[in-house]
């Protein structure tokens, strides 16, 4: 896997993730949790106001899954996916978006159709293998917000501060789909809540680093919570927990 970045310059799209950056504190926060809780919503605003990076794991596995689409490779082949690890270059810039070989590809990865083969692309051991190995070297040396389904468990064990944020899926597949009809993706309530079902499963009962509070994590049920109430929570665990933070 090339990793895509200029390790050594700052002005890089990458943010220079390979320099050491000064630092009185390090914090690592993970955010886990099932499909369309809103973890990115969350992760994003809670990373601005600690001024820290944000890192979308889910995105790079979207990332992928289009690869795979557009190769013309049947998802649910295991070994004609993994085989084409070589081939894919995925960069998550510092504003946001996703770049696959150097195309912008932030609007096609959410496509449903992308969202319906993820999980079997993401339940490839050597696939996640590449694509956590490129997490962990994103993360670097710096303080990040990072959000998936292994991040406590598996990517970033030493994190400072582990979240497990769920809601029911009902609630999920309603904030999904009024997510995706804002963006002018077409979808009905129904498909989006069978989507999610099938994920969920998928992700939970893979073998390898599958979707699981850590032992120490945190759990916040978001159902009956606004953004908002969900960053704050967040906010004050930090503050009791590691207290101001330098980035
Ligand atoms: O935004 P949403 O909750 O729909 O999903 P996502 O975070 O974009 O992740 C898409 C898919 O990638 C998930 O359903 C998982 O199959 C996979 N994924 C994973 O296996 N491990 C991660 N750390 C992040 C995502």
Redesign the pocket.
């Known amino acids: 896997m090339d990793y895509g970045c200029d390790r050594d310059n700052p002005t890089h799209p990458c943010g220079g993730f390979g320099i050491l950056w000064k630092m009185k504190n390090k914090l690592i926060l993970a955010i886990d949790g099932?499909?369309?809780?809103g973890?990115?919503t969350v992760a994003k605003l809670v990373a601005k106001k600690l001024n820290i990076t944000y890192i979308?794991?889910?995105?790079m596995?979207?990332a992928f899954t289009l690869f795979v689409m557009q190769k013309g490779v049947d998802p649910q082949q295991q070994l004609l996916c993994e085989a084409l690890i070589p081939q894919v270059k995925i960069l998550l810039a510092p504003t946001g978006e996703v770049y696959l070989n150097g195309q912008d590809v932030s609007k096609e990865i959410r496509d449903p159709k992308v969202?319906s083969q993820?999980?079997y692309i993401?339940s490839y051991k050597a696939i996640?293998l590449a694509l956590v190995d490129l997490q962990r070297h994103m993360a670097g040396n710096q303080s990040v917000v990072m959000?998936?389904?292994?991040?406590g468990t598996y990517?970033l064990p030493e994190a400072n501060i582990k979240i497990f944020q769920i809601a029911s899926v009902e609630t999920r597949a309603v904030r999904?789909y009024e997510e995706n009809l804002s963006k002018g993706i077409t979808c009905t309530l129904e498909s989006v809540e069978e989507d999610l079902r099938h994920?969920d499963y998928?992700?939970s009962h893979r073998d390898f680093a599958p979707?699981k509070p850590a032992n120490d994590s945190i759990l916040i049920d978001t159902s009956f919570m606004t953004v908002h109430e969900v960053v704050e929570r967040i906010l004050e665990i930090v503050h009791k927990k590691v207290g101001t933070i330098h980035a």
Request: proline residues 4%.
């Open positions: 099932p499909a369309a809780a973890k990115s979308d794991t889910g995105a596995y979207r969202s993820v999980s993401a996640r959000d998936g389904r292994d991040i990517v999904r994920r998928i992700d979707l």
